[in-house]
């Protein structure tokens, strides 16, 4: 079969809830995939920041290999010999001291809004069925009917109500409007300490800290939505340690398997975990043996490789070199480690032209928000393939 049967192919029998750039993968390898006839592609995207480790990461690669030969699912009736291994790794890097395991993101974020809720009505003492958690405007936490309600984003909500109150929204980066948002009954502050598809918006300095104090001082939660921002992406092993900050949640995903599988978590202060008892939430997959073999593994990657360091040294490198560009589209280049955002004039007509280019050069990028293009390869890149980028990202930022 060639690339336009693969695509016809997904065309005919696929929902239709994406519109993905016509390249058809077949194999990857550290920051480099191939499609189907064989052309090389820089991925610059590393599935939203989900393979960081790089394709196929080898030591990942034969653990699951090994694990998937001896035992991939008990369910959570039963204990296994992976799970407590994968949490105690997951304490070390995180310094969060509780864990609960699900698959996907917005299963995590899920799992915290309910720790959240419950613990409002546990210990802060509001009455049942009145907490409210303040998020910020232009966030993303994935997309369930819950998270969803919450979002600003018209085409993620349209069409799929009733929607689910509770929610208050804010804008991104003030700390005065969490001020004057926050009430008796509010439960919880949910944020992303950097933005990610909402077009890579980096808050002011001293943001998190700020906001943190202002939780303190109001026995409100701080809860971050490290998805895409941990795990090494921006610099740091999470996002938050820029700033001198401890939340009571954190939530983890993407990155956590390498790209092997769906893995997420949801950590927690021994306060707020505390709130779930048996049965109060669960999930057949979550924390499974393979998942959790995986996880620990693609943690240890991290670790070892030092890829959080990694991230911060190539990102600098990378936003110089884009910085240096002359083009007359880019209105603003920002970003943290290997979180980046070119930003377009709107005269430019679109990041999409600018992605199909790139594609067309052997880059693989995607735009955020319209007029965003990010840059977000796995973190094992080095400079010699950013500037075999960076030639090729001039050449497309200065066409017509
Ligand atoms: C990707 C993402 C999610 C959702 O994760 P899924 O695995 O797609 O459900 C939630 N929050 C942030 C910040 C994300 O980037």
């Known amino acids: 079969m060639n690339a336009h049967q693969f695509i016809e192919l997904e065309n005919q029998y696929g929902a239709n809830n994406y519109h993905p750039l016509d390249v058809v993968l077949t194999r990857g390898e550290g920051v480099w995939v191939w499609d189907v006839d064989g052309k090389k592609y820089l991925d610059c995207l590393s599935a939203y920041s989900a393979v960081n480790q790089g394709h196929c990461h080898p030591r990942i690669a034969n653990v ?94 349209r069409g799929f109500g009733p929607l689910t109150p509770g929610f208050k929204i804010i804008p991104f980066g003030d700390v005065d409007a969490l001020k004057a948002a926050i009430t008796p009954n509010t439960a919880a502050f949910l944020v992303e300490p950097i933005q990610g598809e909402g077009g890579i918006i980096v808050p002011p300095a001293g943001y998190l800290e700020a906001a943190e104090k202002v939780c303190r001082e109001n026995n409100v939660l701080f809860v971050l939505d490290e998805i895409q921002t941990g795990l090494g992406r921006t610099g740091k092993m999470f996002a938050h340690q820029y700033e001198n900050v401890k939340p009571d949640g954190l939530i983890v995903g993407k990155a956590l398997s390498g790209g092997f599988y769906p893995v997420s978590a949801f950590l927690a202060t021994e306060e707020l975990m505390g709130v779930f008892k048996p049965g109060d939430h ?71 032209r600018f992605c199909e280019a790139l594609a067309q050069e052997g880059i693989l990028s995607k735009e955020t928000h319209e007029h965003v293009i990010r840059f977000a390869p796995p973190l094992v890149i080095g400079k010699e393939e950013i500037d075999w980028a960076l030639a090729r990202i001039e050449k497309v930022l200065q066409m017509d």
């Open 64 to 157: 699951v290999a090994e694990q998937a030969r001896r035992l991939t699912l008990t369910s959570r009736a039963f204990r296994n010999d992976q799970l407590g291994l994968f949490y105690q790794k997951l304490v070390e890097i995180s310094g969060m001291p509780k864990v609960l395991p699900m698959n996907s993101g917005a299963e995590a974020v899920e799992t915290a809004l309910k720790a959240i809720r419950k613990w409002a009505y546990t210990v802060k003492g509001v009455p049942e069925d009145q907490a409210e958690i303040i998020v910020c405007a232009n966030n993303f936490h994935g997309r369930t009917i819950t998270i969803i309600s919450f979002s600003t984003e018209e085409q993620y909500r």
């Open 282 to 352: 669960g999930s057949t997959f979550g924390g499974n043996p393979l998942a959790a073999a995986i996880g620990r593994t693609a943690l240890e990657v991290l670790v070892e490789e030092k890829l959080p360091e990694r991230a911060a040294e190539m990102g600098e490198y990378f936003m110089e070199g884009l910085r240096k560009i002359k083009s007359p589209h880019v209105k603003e280049i920002r970003g943290k480690g290997l979180l980046i955002g070119v930003e377009l004039k709107h005269e430019a007509g679109g990041a999409r």
